[in-house]
C-alpha cells in the first residue's frame, strides 16, 4: 500500500509543476485492449500432493478501460499522468485429471492502471513511454467453484507502456504496447499452493481522450 501512495503522491506532483509551464488539458479517455499471453499449462497438485487438475488459458478476452488524463506539453516535449478503471476477463480450461472432464471457467478483474508517459512531440504526433502501476480493487470467478481455489493479489504490480499518440484538436488518440514485470496468474492459489504461468503479459491498447 506504501507503493500505491507513493504512486498517488507522484501524480499529485507531477499534476501541479505540469502547471506551472507549457499547456495543460485534462480530459476523459477510453478504450479497450488484449492481451498476448501463450504460457505453458498448470499442473496443480491436492493436499496430498497428487495430480488434481491441468489448468491452461482458453481465451484472454478484450478489456475495457476508462479514466482521465493530464497532457503537459510544450513544443516538443510532453508529460502525460493518467489513472483508469481496467476490466478484463480470461477463459481457463480446468481438466479433472480423474475423470477427464474439462471445464470452461472464467474469471473478470478489475483494477485501477496508473501510467505516466513521457516522450517527444513533433506536431500531432506524439511518441512516449513510461511506467504503469496496476492496484486490484476487485474480481468475480467461476474458479471458486473448484475445490482448494482462492486469490491472493498483490497490492501494486509493475509494468511499462510505449506508443504513440495523435492530438487532433481536443481529441486524443493513444496506441500502445504493455509489458509486465510479473508473470500472468500470481493471484492463483490451489490447496494453499501458489501458482503462477511462466508468460509476463503484454498487452495492446487503443484509447480514444476528450479534452476539456
Known amino acids: 500500500m506504501k507503493q500505491f501512495h507513493h504512486l498517488l503522491l507522484a501524480l499529485l506532483l507531477m499534476s501541479i509543476s505540469s502547471q506551472l509551464s507549457g499547456q495543460v488539458r485534462i480530459g476523459i479517455k477510453g478504450g479497450l485492449s488484449t492481451f498476448d499471453i501463450s504460457p505453458s499449462d498448470l499442473l496443480i497438485l491436492d493436499r496430498n500432493d497428487a495430480q488434481a487438475f491441468r489448468m491452461k488459458i482458453e481465451d484472454a478476452k478484450y478489456g475495457i478501460h476508462i479514466g482521465f488524463f493530464i497532457q503537459a506539453k510544450t513544443d516538443f516535449l510532453f508529460i502525460q499522468p493518467e489513472v483508469l478503471f481496467n476490466s478484463h476477463s480470461i477463459d481457463y480450461a480446468v481438466e479433472d485429471i480423474q475423470t477427464g472432464e ?5 474469471e473478470n478483474y478489475q483494477h485501477l492502471d496508473f501510467p505516466i508517459m513521457v516522450g517527444f512531440r ?17 474480481s468475480t470467478s467461476d474458479l471458486l467453484d473448484v475445490d482448494g481455489y482462492e486469490q491472493t493479489f498483490k497490492g501494486v504490480t509493475w509494468g511499462w507502456q510505449g506508443g504513440l499518440g495523435l492530438d487532433l484538436w481536443k481529441l486524443h488518440f493513444d496506441f500502445r504496447y504493455e509489458g509486465n514485470l510479473s508473470n500472468f496468474g500470481d493471484h492463483i492459489v490451489f490447496f494453499g499452493n501458489q501458482y503462477v504461468f511462466d508468460d509476463r503479459p503484454s498487452r495492446l491498447i487503443a484509447s480514444l481522450g476528450i479534452s476539456f
Open 102 to 106: 474439462t471445464r470452461i471457467l472464467d
Open 122 to 138: 513533433i506536431g500531432v504526433l506524439r511518441l512516449g513511454a513510461g511506467p504503469v502501476g496496476h492496484l486490484a480493487i476487485s
